[in-house]
């Protein structure tokens, strides 16, 4: 198929929609799943994949994000809390960290369990587009792509879409 007109392909994942960027603006994540081990980023649309990204960490990935300043990205279900244009990162997702839970085990343990966590694009004084030259984990916790990358998820994540991070 050529033009502006949507493509279906097979992968090993299942099925995947690949649109142009018009189509891409009708068909809205309706999920957001994030496997830390695998370094992905996928953007559903029910049971199919729209896009997928892959993705930097923290320097400290494996775990469940416990405390502020434990370069550990959160894992379970959060949501998208807002669309935020970043300073230091030009757009960014809020997603719902610290959740009650989170902030009810920290209280117990006596420790702050961080501020919130976000999908980012790169900062100003990084910057590649090349996915070979990209360096593997160089977030503080959060979930890292490139900016060009970043603006693609910025319009297909609307506020409040479930997010799953996995280990």
């Known amino acids: 198929m050529t033009g502006r007109r949507a493509c279906l392909f097979a992968m090993l994942s299942g099925l995947v929609w690949v649109t142009t960027p018009a189509a891409a603006q009708e068909m809205l994540a309706t999920l957001v799943e994030i496997d830390k081990s695998e370094r992905m980023l996928r953007l559903k649309w029910g049971a199919n994949t729209i896009r997928a990204y892959r993705i930097a960490l923290g320097p400290n ?6 405390q502020a300043g434990d370069g550990r990205t959160p894992e379970g279900n959060y949501l998208v809390a807002a669309h935020e244009t970043h300073g230091d990162y030009f757009l960014a997702l809020r997603l ?3 959740a009650a839970a989170d902030r009810a085990v920290a209280r117990a343990r006596g420790i702050d369990p961080g501020g919130p966590v976000l999908i980012h694009g790169q900062p100003a004084a ?5 996915p070979g030259t ?3 984990d160089w977030t503080s916790g959060g979930i890292g792509l490139t900016t060009r990358e970043m ?13 799953a991070i996995t280990p």
């Open 61 to 66: 990935p494996l775990g469940h994000k416990r």
């Open 96 to 98: 719902s960290y610290p």
């Open 126 to 130: 990084m910057v590649w587009d090349d």
């Open 134 to 136: 990209r360096p593997h």
């Open 151 to 163: 603006e693609e998820v910025w319009t297909l994540v609307p506020d409040g879409t479930p997010v």
